[in-house]
Nanobody
């Protein structure tokens, strides 16, 4: 069983930055694919970014490419999402997700069995 807890959300003005963190329980964090998803009010949850266990491969939604960066610190069982040049449309609850091993379907919610409770990010114009 893996437990995930996100932090770092808050209220920020447009063009500002935030860094989200997600701490995972367990001893094999380095073997997990980690993903970030978000859900805006009235919309379905969507893929934001993912990183393979080795950290050698990252993937991003087109809407965040060049502005968001996913990274991980295995020694701290933590994955980060650095968000820059934030826009009002980035306002959402951001969720951390995890699955053991790799997958080609990293954009699909169904491949991640473990989820955090989410952290709210609000971007004001």
């Amino acid at each position: 069983q893996v437990q995930l807890v996100e932090s770092g959300g808050g209220l920020v003005q447009a063009e500002g930055s935030l860094r989200l963190s997600c701490v995972a329980s367990g001893r094999t964090f380095s073997s997990w694919t980690m993903g970030w998803f978000r859900q805006a009010p009235g919309k379905e949850r969507e893929f934001v970014a993912a990183m393979r266990p080795t950290g050698s491969s990252t993937n991003y939604a087109d809407s965040v490419k060049g502005r968001f960066t996913i990274s991980r610190e295995n020694a701290k069982n933590t994955v980060y999402l650095q968000m820059m040049d934030l826009k009002p449309e980035d306002t959402a609850v951001y969720y951390c997700a995890a699955r053991y091993g790799t997958t080609r379907s990293y954009t699909l919610q169904d491949v991640y069995p473990y989820w955090g409770p989410g952290t709210q990010v609000t971007v004001s114009s």
